[in-house]
């Protein structure tokens, strides 16, 4: 059976390489962010944000224990406040969108109005041949509406500088699946404005 967590790590390799940037836009219990770290290396960056502290412990607990390369930044902010904290283009990024598994606190979830900023963000903040994953839960009522957002605003992109496909189980309405954004590698440099 198809494993979209898998998926995911896949379409990120064939972007994103040692001593490249990353961002993991919800870091949770940095599942992402391990994978990110790892994949970068020593010479690379990542920055994860999440806007619960529960979040960041968790992660850092398990980047420790997993000794991740000291390669990252963990940011207590929200997503869309991403220009705030990266000053530099990145080359892929991984938003995985929803509430803390396991916290309980299910009233704490990405919400469409900071998840549209922090991906419009995240596109430009793209380099050329540049990727980002953003996994969305329809399961719940917030979750598909963000889904429903999305692929509306993907589907306005140029054609010729941003690729936006979606991998969906047909046959499963309330799994997970994913938007895969990638960027042409004749994309122009991304400029790094704050405005
Ligand atoms: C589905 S979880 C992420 C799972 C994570 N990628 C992992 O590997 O464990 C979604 C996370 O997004 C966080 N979140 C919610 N709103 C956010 C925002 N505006 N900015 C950043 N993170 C946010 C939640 O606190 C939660 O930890």
Redesign the pocket.
């Known amino acids: 059976m198809v494993d979209l967590k898998e998926l995911h790590k896949q379409f990120v390799l064939a972007h994103l390489g040692e001593g490249e940037v990353a961002v993991?836009?919800?870091?949770?219990?940095?599942?992402?962010?391990?994978f990110l770290s790892r994949t970068v290396g020593e010479q690379g960056r990542v920055y994860a944000?999440?806007?619960?502290e529960?979040?960041l412990k968790?992660?850092r607990d398990r980047l420790t224990a997993e000794n991740a390369p000291e390669n990252y930044t963990l940011i207590c902010?929200?997503?869309?406040r991403v220009r705030e904290f990266v000053r530099e283009p990145i080359k892929a990024g991984?938003f995985?969108?929803?509430?803390?598994?396991g916290?309980g606190?299910k009233g704490?979830?990405?919400?469409r109005q900071?998840?549209m900023a922090?991906v419009e963000a995240a596109i430009e903040m793209l380099l050329p041949d540049g990727v980002l994953i953003v996994?969305i839960?329809p399961g719940h009522e917030e979750g598909e509406l963000e889904g429903e957002m999305l692929r509306e605003y993907f589907s306005t992109l140029s054609r010729y500088q941003i690729c936006p496909s979606l991998f969906r189980i047909l046959n499963s309405p309330t799994s997970p699946y994913f938007f895969l954004v990638e960027k042409s590698a004749k994309a122009p440099m991304p400029t790094l404005s704050t405005e």
């Open positions: 993991d836009f919800t870091m949770g219990n940095g599942n992402d962010t391990l944000f999440d806007i619960q529960e979040a968790s992660t902010a929200s997503h869309h991984m995985n969108l929803g509430y803390l598994p916290s606190r704490v979830t990405t919400l900071t998840t922090a996994a839960y």
